[in-house]
Every structure is written in C-alpha cells, then in structure tokens.
C-alpha cells in the first residue's frame, strides 16, 4: 500500500473499552486510510498531540486496524486527522465532544450513535456536526468514508454551513431553519410528506411565518421560538396547518442555534405531523370518558335502586329518582309523565335546572310531545339528540330547550311484565350524551321503579283498611275457560295464579260439570296453553295445572289488583278484585280489554275490610287443629323433621308418637293444610306474597 493510500486517519471515538466498538470493524474493512479508535475519555488528550502535517505516515507493517493504532503516543502524536467519528448515544456526551474536536481539530465532526433519534439528531445539529450518520443505517459507513474524503468547509461567514443531511436524515417529515424574525433560511421535506404542502420547500425559503399561519397560530409558534432562545434549550410544542388534505396537526422540536444565521439568532425546526396520532389519543380520550362517565351513571343509578326498597310511596320514588340524576350533576333534568285517564300525558314530578323545558313539559299534551309520547305508546326508549342543531321538538319545546341548553333527551317507560307507569325522561346538556350502554342502564333503572311502584301499590292494598272492589263482566275471550265454558257448559273457577322463574304463568283451575279426562284433552288441544297438567280427576268436576303464554289475570295482579274471584260460566266470565283507593281504575279496565276485547266494568264499590289480628288467627287455626293433628306438627317441628336436611325421619317421628308411619303422615298432612287453607283461602294476600 503506497504513502497517499493510508493518508490522513479516521480517528473513531467510542466507549472505554474500544473492542465494543460496532462500528470499527465495518469501517476498518471498507476505508482505504487508517482508523484509529480512543476511549472517548482521552480524545481531549488526543487532540493536543495533533500536529500540523497533511499526513504521516503509521509505523508499522501495514496494519491499519484499530486495535493497532489504539494509542495516539505510541508514535509520538496523532496525526491530523481526516475525520473524528463520534460512537455515543449520550446527548450530553455528544456535545461535550463535539465541541471538542471543533475547538482543537481542522477536521470534520461525525456523530455516529449506536441508533438513531430525533434528540440525538437535534444535538449533532446545536453542536455543529459536519455529518450525521447512525450505526444501524445501512448506509453509515458510506456517508463516513464520504466525510473522510471531502471533509467540510469550517470557516464559512455567519454560520453559515450545510444543515441539509443532518436536518433530512433524521425526522419523519420536515425540518427548517428559521430566524428570529421569522424567515424561512432553509427548508427540508420528505419526499412522502412533499404532496401535501402547498408550497415547495425551496418556494419557502425567505418567506415568513406570517405567510404560512394565521395570527393565532403565528403567535404560538413564535412564543415557543422565545423560549429556545432563552433557556437555549430545545421546546415543544403542537400546532395546525391547511395542506392539500385539510388542515393536519403537527407536533414541533424547536433546537436553538448556538451559530448566527445571516446576521441573526436562528433555529432549527424540526417537525412531525402527529395528526393519526392525535386523533387516536382523542378517539382514547373519548373511550376513557365515556367509560368514566358510564362508571358514574351506574353508580347513580345503583344508587337509585338501593333507595328505592325503602320508598314508602310511589310520589318518594319518583321523587328520589329525579333528584338522584340532577344531583349526579350529569343531567340538567329528569322529569316523570304518567297518562292520565283522558289518555293524555300528565305531569307528575320533576327535579333540575331545566326550569323552561319542565315547565313547559306540564302543558304539553299527548300528540306533541314527541319521544315521551312514543315511548309510553311503543314501550320502547326514545333518544333524540342534537336537539339544538336539528330542531326535532314543536316550537314552544323547541325554544324552551334552547333556554335551558337542553341538547339531549331520553324517554325511558317505567314498567312491569306488561304493566306501564309512566315514562322517565332524563335531559341532558351535552350531545350524544346517551350511548347504548346508557341506554341499557336507563331501561334497567325504568324496570326497577316500574317493579318497586308495584310492590307499594300491593303493600298499601295489602294494608289498607278500606279497598276499593271492581267488579268486571267479559263477554267471550279466547282462552281456554271461555271455550271450554261455551262447549260443554260448565264453570271454570280460578284456584290460584302464579308466575315461573322464566316468567311463565300458570293458574289452577277447577272445572264443575266435566270429568278430568275430558278437560285434559280439550287443554293439550288449546292454543292458548303451552303446557298442562290434571291434579285432580272426579266424574263431574276436577282440577287441572295449566301454562298460558298470556293472562289477564296476570295482567290484573301487576297493575296492583288481588284478584278475589273469576267465574267463566257458558262463555261469560266474572271477575271481582279488590285495588286500593287511589288506583288508576280506566288505566286497569284498559290492560284487561287489550287480552279480553268486550270487558265491561259493571261495579265499583268501597270495601271496609275486617280487622284481624296476629292472635286471633292463631287462635283460629287451633280451634281447626285436632289435638292428634296439633301433637304431630309440633313433634315434627321440634324433631327437626322440617329441617334441611331433615334431623328426624318420618319413621323416627311415628315411632315417638308410638303410631305406624301412615298414621303419622296422614295427621302431619291434615294439619298442614288446616294451616294452609288459613293463609291461601281465607287471607288477604296477593299472588307476590304467595
């Protein structure tokens, strides 16, 4: 290898121990110079030896590896050098030795990091780095050699040198280089990003910010420049600009320059466009709060429910409920609407600061009220939203609503099984201010004040001294009693309601004048019975079990009513049952003619109920007991024969009444149902308490 070949060194600073170096072997393979690696701890001692030769030459046998030429004395000084390569990823580090090697080496300064990062980059360019070429891209050691050969013009006027390589290298999307008054010096945009400015980088140059962005954003971006040069530390900060599509957020480094430009302070602009970003942080935002503010409105409406159990009336409920959803402070209302017996809606209660829209809400009638009228009609929830931009509501609601901001509504009915209350209508302040799953915790919330309505109105039946009886007369119907009644004239007389665990009903029914086969039979054939069963089989009347996919005895009992007595008798039923005296009477005679369509209401009267207490009906039910039936029940109780599971057999118990097991058993059942027929044939309980 001749003198010229090996040249001026490259001289390759890295950690303290220089064979971890990842770049010295790659670079040692493809350079035709010398490399010399030194701990970056001794490259302040390294530059002071450098003397002033174009080139020396390396003693020794041609070999040029690091590893030979490792000590900078072992030849008496180093050699000037083509280029200083700087292997670190410490920003701090970076620029310390930077500036080093400018102070003390006419030589170009490479920073050449592990891997490459906008900070990094960011510093290479405040240090005035000559070359900016990170170890994991592929053509790093190419832009080195490059460096080596042509090394870079130090002396240039102003500051003024080549920011190009650096400034494109490293960012996603542009980078330039702005004055302190706001000019453009230079500018870099990727050829990926170039499409959507509407201006070219070189058009840019020796524009201003003014002629870029609006004032506002001018005046942003122009504080953030202030702070650089203040604190002469680099700053963020987030911005918008119109491009070919639309306008695009872009988030900004902004890198003082230590060097003047032109005669002025400048800095180094270095720009990413964050706007899918962005939007996936709001869309995240969006999520959270929405989660958040679901979490918030389960809790009010759990709270709700807790509260109910303990309402004493129904106007405490709705009450309670109201005030519940204003105080949560995420609704500006919530008002209740009941239909009143000329089928219009009334107003019943309401809470909140929506004072208009409530107020106007009283006057409104049935046909105008829009989602409220709908969901007591349909059954169904109601949301109408943007109410303030699409103008949905009548005028007089209209203009209420804009009062009170009211941008959002749901109608939610208040039910049980088939039975309607009312209907919930919650306002809200800010649109979309119902998602589904809102929805679905609203019509739980309705389900649960329709149920706990329902079980005051059976509690104050249930206490009440005075009750109020109706009497109903149903010409025809197409259940199974009303066919039978017709066809083979006989009397269908309801035992006993009651409803499954899946929500079927079931009655029992005793049929006079016709022998069980034959009401079997006709029952399996039915439509109206989904299953059936005979409990009790006589030649001329029996018992039978039957399930109905509908009831309007059923219908009856979640309206509030205890049915005392239906009759069918040739096609015609009667049906007597007992409501408290403040009971909707149109609103119960209306849910039985939708499953009976020719029901009449025939007598309506006050009933004072007799006053029994706790003793007397003990003392009655003993007076019924005989005294073997009275032994049996009590040693069956006290033996643990009711327990579960059992602690005496029934074998044990009639061996201690010194009885045979059927004896036994037969007074334990008799007794039993003395106690029973006290309770299900004589007392005043609904089909709930049962």
Not at 216 to 230: I, N, Y
Request: hydrophobic share 40%.
């Amino acid at each position: 290898m001749t003198r010229d070949s090996y040249g001026q060194p490259i001289v390759l600073v890295c950690g303290a121990d220089t064979r971890e170096s990842r770049l010295a072997g790659s670079l040692e393979a493809a350079a035709d110079r010398p490399v010399r690696a030194i701990a970056a701890a001794r490259l302040a001692d390294a530059l002071e030896t450098v003397d002033g030769a174009e080139s020396r030459e390396v003693p020794g046998n041609g070999d040029s590896s690091a590893s030979a030429a490792g000590d900078p004395d072992a030849d008496g000084g180093l050699p000037r050098p083509a280029a200083v390569v700087l292997e670190t990823d410490d920003r701090s580090e970076l620029r310390t030795l930077l500036e080093r090697v400018r102070d003390a080496a006419d030589a170009p300064a490479i920073a050449a990091p592990p891997a490459g990062s906008e900070p990094l980059a960011a510093a290479a360019v405040r240090a005035d780095a000559d070359e900016y070429a990170p170890v994991d891209r592929d053509d790093a050691v190419d832009r080195i050699l490059e460096a080596a050969a042509d090394g870079t013009d130090r002396d240039g006027t102003d500051g003024e040198r080549d920011y190009h390589q650096i400034l494109a290298n490293e960012l996603p999307d542009e980078a330039f280089v702005i004055g302190e008054d706001g000019t453009y010096l230079d500018a870099q945009i990727r050829p990926d990003a170039a499409e959507l400015y509407t201006v070219s980088s070189d058009d840019l140059i020796g524009r201003r910010l003014e002629d870029a962005f609006p004032d506002d954003t001018v005046a942003k971006l122009r504080g953030c420049m202030d702070r650089a040069f203040e604190t002469e530390t680099i700053q963020s900060v987030e911005y918008e600009a119109e491009t070919t599509e639309g306008w695009r957020r872009f988030e900004a480094r902004v890198v003082p320059i230590d060097e003047r430009i032109d005669g002025q302070r400048a800095v180094v602009w270095l720009a990413r466009d964050i706007t899918e970003r962005a939007k996936r942080e709001r869309e995240l935002r969006s999520r959270q709060a929405r989660l958040e503010r679901l979490n918030r409105i389960n809790a009010v409406i759990r709270d709700a429910i807790e509260t109910l159990v303990q309402a004493p009336t129904r106007d405490a409920i709705e009450q309670q409920v109201c005030e519940q959803l204003v105080d949560s402070e995420l609704y500006c209302g919530a008002l209740i609407v009941e239909r009143a017996a000329d089928d219009t809606l009334a107003y019943r209660i309401g809470a909140g600061d929506a004072t208009a829209y409530m107020a106007h809400s009283r006057d409104v009638d049935a046909a105008e009220h829009c989602s409220v009228t709908r969901a007591a009609e349909t059954g169904e929830t109601q949301i109408t939203d943007h109410i303030l931009e699409t103008e949905p509501l009548p005028d007089d609601l209209q203009e209420a609503a804009r009062e009170d901001d009211v941008r959002a509504t749901i109608a939610v009915p208040i039910t049980y099984e088939d039975a309607t209350y009312g209907v919930l209508s919650v306002l809200a302040s800010r649109t979309d201010a119902f998602t589904d799953s809102e929805a679905a915790a609203f019509e739980l919330l309705g389900e649960t004040i329709g149920f706990t309505i329902m079980a005051v109105k059976n509690r104050q039946l249930l206490l009440a001294d005075t009750v109020v009886e109706l009497e109903f007369r149903i010409d025809g119907g197409e259940t199974f009693s009303f066919d039978l009644s017709e066809a083979y004239d006989c009397t269908c007389s309801l035992e006993w309601v009651g409803t499954s665990s899946r929500g079927k009903t079931f009655q029992f029914v005793t049929v006079d004048g016709l022998d069980g086969e034959t009401v079997l039979e006709e029952a399996q054939a039915h439509d109206s019975i989904e299953e059936c069963r005979l409990i009790h089989d006589g030649t001329s009347q029996c018992t039978i079990e039957m399930r109905l996919a509908e009831s309007g005895v059923r219908t009856l009992a979640n309206h509030g009513a205890t049915i005392r007595d239906v009759a069918v008798n040739d096609g015609v039923g009667t049906c007597l049952v007992e409501v408290s005296q403040d009971a909707n009477v149109r609103e119960i005679a209306d849910a039985l003619s939708v499953i009976y369509e020719n029901t009449e209401l025939v007598a309506r009267r006050e009933v004072d109920r007799p006053v029994r207490t706790a003793a007397e009906r003990r003392n009655r039910i003993l007076d019924e007991l005989t005294e073997r039936q009275l032994t049996t029940l009590r040693v069956a109780y006290y033996a643990g024969f009711f327990d579960w599971p059992r602690e005496s057999t029934g074998e044990e118990i009639a061996e201690a009444m010194d009885v045979t097991p059927p004896t036994m058993h037969q007074h334990l059942r008799k007794g039993m149902k003395t106690i029973l027929n006290e309770f299900f044939e004589e007392g005043d309980w609904t089909p709930e308490e049962l």
